[in-house]
């Protein structure tokens, strides 16, 4: 009885001990947001305590980095990186593979996206009102939505999960280095809000917040044309590697985006808990492309003399590196770009607890995305005094790969807008496209938890079964079509339209008109897009997925030779049934004059992934984790297309076609994961981890040969003088090819400097390195004259990725600076079709910066001043075709500071 009540004692003490601990804990949670430190233990706590190999961002990290969106922090997790567009991080690749093999998450959904595919563009979700990231290298049963690459899940704020009422106010102005230019200002702000609070004795909870931005647009930009190649050109040496044509431009515009983010959450007791979540984002750009443009290879059939080269220069590896183009005739153009974003997501999750251990969960979602855009753009040409005068120059051109190429025109009469006409160029006069997409998911979602039967209590702690069910769909449409000149004829755009010149001097270049682009349209041109031309119709598609997942899953919890373990081992089988609708047009009817006819298609396959997640506990704080998994990621959805562009070779009678494939399976891989990590509790941690993929196939474009188009063709009647058609022909479509091994190595260290000596307080790093490799190459016809015809690596893939942040906080200071760097990879870009196209892309290294002060009391107590800088070196983003003497685009977005308050009490 004396040892009974001792061991009672003993464990009464033990659990006054951890309700202690538990109490600090939550103490702990309600000053994430205070400090440095405080952000980097609770990522690390995260990662220390999960089953599977995962990284975290805390809302500490998110919330006082300089970032515009979310993008930017989670791109400085080792081993993932990102792809800026219009100079923000905008795409996530993890582990060195396309954007597309990773899912996004929000509060553990799969979220929906506005491009045309499934990779979210991480730039409409502001930084300030997402509570934590969690990234999952290795699969869990579990997990349902998960990708092949990893599982990024942004999570917003429980407010129970806060012992008292927080608010935060937020403001930021900000300004943008290449200051302003034609109509667009050089400054922004960011404006952010959000309260915290519990009512009723602790068992309802609400948190909103609000985030406004409106960030300029400003890029300089040289670029040339695809392709590269060797072309005979009048004065080039035979052979000469030259580009099409030569662009110089300057950028304005304004992005602006707006985002709320609702929570209540209610408990009763501590055996039901309901929570209903909202997150809903709009956001707006429009930015105008004033150019200098000149096509270096023709000028049309109308000019008296032909373009001719003059003292080319030629570098060693038979690509041009400039001369004289003499007879030239370029044009100053206007391009508009209206792009309206919309996204909003919804939950409702219950979870209930039963006297018998029995636990359940039920989850109900919704989202949708919506993009709408208008692209316009009209051409101007110096005036012709007489259909054989015309004002053509010579111009010299110097083609750099480190800095902007050299455009220096004869004529110095392209900044008067009053000589410069809108006509019908060799362009065209212009071209606009309205696009759409609508994205739709509702999901639901059922699971069960019930502790180890005692037979399984030695090696499992509890187990979980569950079933998902996910409906999703998404539609694009594209009319398209020529925007030509009105009634009037060739005109000089009116003064009333005109902006203030834009600088091209960066390029070699002065001063060039700028225009608004829709007002010129609407007074002096004629535009009416279309879905009906033959080469529009496979442009607008729906494809839908349902998705049904079923999942058991066993916790484990046992001592394998002495030494604690933990983790879990599960199944998922998921069942897919996707299906497109699209249209083609069948050239071969109507007597020969074509029409447009229905086409869909689809299939449905079952996956079975299972997953093994292994921790051990050593001495000294040290874990060792193992994991094994089947993974799959499904197709893009623009690839699952049932839309092409079929014909008939009115010469041989061979059918022909290219376009999507509905019926394409799912990427599919073997992966293995290792890793060890040594925690100095819950300050700082050095970690080794090294990961195996196996791809069982990879998706890209083939030729098939002898492809079945009988069902095209049974209604062919050929011309008189034409053959019949045959019943097999060729057919260009994405298919599932071979895959290959992907493998890499990642090294991370977040240190305190204290550690190493009392003198370095206040001072710590968080630095990764990360080092991948794959034997996967493929090809892709649509970027034959970017990347090239034959084999490519993997799209995404950088070899080498090496993130750092050095800090300093004490007494209320802090300063912090990051960088994050890549090496060169294939990115993926939308090019004027609206298709992908894949581009070398130089590797960059991105450093911002942050300087602050808090006060921690007295009156102004809860107030944060802080200065940032995004871009501090000026990053060019640089692509190139097939080498790099061979530029397509050298960007600059410029230098972004900032300076602004932080207020919570």
Not at 99 to 107: G, I, V
């Amino acid at each position: 009885m004396a040892g009974a009540a001792h061991a009672q004692q003993a464990q009464t003490e033990a659990d006054k001990e951890a309700a202690a601990k538990a109490a600090a804990d939550k103490t702990l949670e309600t000053v994430t947001v205070t400090g440095i430190r405080r952000g980097i233990e609770a990522a690390i706590s995260v990662k220390k305590n999960a089953d599977a190999i995962v990284e975290a961002v805390s809302a500490e990290d998110i919330g006082k980095l300089p970032d515009v969106s979310i993008a930017e922090s989670i791109a400085r997790l080792p081993g993932l990186s990102a792809q800026r567009v219009a100079g923000r991080a905008q795409v996530i690749s993890v582990r060195g593979l396309s954007p597309d093999f990773a899912t996004t998450l929000l509060n553990g959904r799969e979220l929906v996206s506005t491009g045309d595919n499934r990779s979210v563009e991480f730039d409409q979700y502001p930084s300030e009102l997402l509570s934590a990231v969690v990234v999952y290298k290795t699969p869990e049963a579990g997990l349902v939505g998960q990708g092949l690459s990893g599982t990024i899940d942004m999570q917003t704020v429980r407010p129970l999960n806060f012992s008292d009422r927080v608010v935060t106010l937020n403001a930021r102005g900000q300004r943008n280095s290449l200051g302003k230019a034609a109509d667009a200002s050089a400054t922004g702000n960011r404006l952010s809000a959000s309260y915290i609070d519990q009512f009723a004795n602790r068992s309802v909870g609400v948190s909103l917040g609000y985030a406004h931005q409106e960030t300029p647009v400003q890029e300089e930009q040289v670029g040339f044309y695809e392709p590269w190649d060797q072309t005979g050109r009048t004065g080039l040496p035979a052979g000469t590697y030259n580009s099409g044509g030569i662009k110089a431009l300057r950028r304005t515009g304004k992005s602006e985006r707006d985002a709320l983010m609702g929570t209540i959450e209610f408990r009763p007791s501590q055996n039901w808990t309901s929570v209903v979540d909202g997150f809903w984002t709009k956001a707006k750009q429009v930015d105008t492309a004033n150019q200098f443009e000149m096509n270096l290879g023709w000028n049309g059939n109308n000019p008296p003399a032909g373009l001719n080269w003059s003292n080319p220069t030629v570098n060693g590896n038979g690509t041009q590196t400039g001369g004289t183009l003499l007879n030239a005739y370029p044009l100053v153009r206007g391009m508009y770009n209206k792009r309206d974003d919309k996204i909003v997501a919804a939950g409702w999750n219950n979870k209930l607890k039963f006297e018998s251990g029995l636990s359940l969960m039920a989850d109900v979602n919704y989202s949708r995305a919506t993009r709408n855009e208008l692209s316009l753009e009209n051409n101007t040409q110096l005036a012709r005094a007489s259909a054989t005068d015309w004002p053509l120059d010579n111009v010299g051109l110097a083609f750099r790969t480190g800095d902007f190429s050299q455009i220096v025109p004869g004529l110095r009469s392209y900044s008067d807008p009053t000589k410069l006409l809108l006509q019908n160029t060799i362009y065209g006069s212009g071209y606009g496209k309205v696009p759409s997409v609508k994205d739709e998911l509702t999901g639901f979602k059922l699971v069960g938890n019930l502790p180890a039967p005692d037979f399984a209590s030695g090696l499992f702690s509890d187990f979980e079964a569950g079933l998902n069910y996910a409906d999703r769909s998404k539609k694009k449409r594209q009319p398209e079509g020529n925007i030509n000149v009105g009634a009037q004829g060739d005109t000089a755009i009116a003064s009333d339209l005109q902006y203030s010149p834009v600088d091209l001097s960066f390029a070699g270049l002065g001063l060039i008109p700028a225009w608004n682009v829709p007002g010129a349209v609407g007074r002096y041109m004629t535009f009416a897009p279309t879905e009906t031309a033959s080469y529009l119709i496979p442009k607008a598609w729906q494809v839908k997925e349902k998705t049904t997942t079923a999942f058991l899953k066993g916790n484990l919890d046992a001592t394998t030779f002495g030494v604690p373990m933990r983790g879990n081992i599960g199944l998922q089988i998921v069942h897919t049934d996707q299906s497109s609708q699209s249209n083609y047009w069948d050239a071969t009817i109507n007597g020969g004059n074509g029409g447009v006819k229905p086409i869909e298609g689809g299939k449905t396959y079952t996956d079975y992934l299972p997953s093994l997640n292994l921790s051990w506990s050593l001495p000294g704080d040290q874990t060792v984790r193992f994991a094994l998994a089947k993974q799959m990621a499904r197709p893009r959805v623009e690839q699952l297309n049932a839309g092409i562009e079929f014909g008939v070779d009115g010469a041989t009678g061979k059918p022909g076609a290219s376009g999507g494939n509905p019926t394409l399976n799912p990427w599919r891989a073997n992966a293995v994961d290792l890793s060890w990590e040594k925690y100095f509790g819950n300050k700082a941690y050095v970690a080794a981890a090294a990961y195996y993929k196996d791809l069982r196939s990879y998706i890209y474009k083939q030729t098939v040969d002898n492809y079945d188009f009988s069902r095209f063709v049974v209604d062919y009647v050929p011309q008189p003088g034409q053959p019949p058609a045959l019943l097999t022909g060729n057919f260009t479509a994405p298919y599932n090819g071979q895959g290959g091994q992907l493998k890499g190595l990642e090294l991370t260290a977040s240190l305190p400097l204290n550690l190493v000596s009392p003198m370095l307080n206040g001072f710590g790093i968080v630095a990764s390195a990360t080092f991948n490799d794959s034997n996967i190459t493929i090809r892709d016809p649509d970027s034959a004259n970017s990347v090239g015809s034959g084999p490519i690596s993997l799209p995404g893939l950088s070899k080498r990725v090496y993130n750092l942040t050095a800090y300093y906080e004490a007494n209320g200071f802090e300063f912090r600076i990051s960088q994050r760097k890549r090496s060169d990879f294939i990115g993926e870009i939308g090019n004027f079709n609206g298709s992908r196209t894949l581009r070398y892309v130089v590797g960059e290294s991105i450093v911002d910066a942050q300087i602050g002060y808090n006060f921690t009391e007295g009156r102004l107590k809860g107030l944060g001043l802080l200065a940032q800088v995004n871009n501090l070196t000026d990053e060019a983003y640089r692509t190139y075709a097939q080498s790099k003497d061979r530029p397509l685009e050298y960007i600059k977005w410029g230098r972004t500071f900032l300076i602004g308050a932080t207020y919570k009490f």
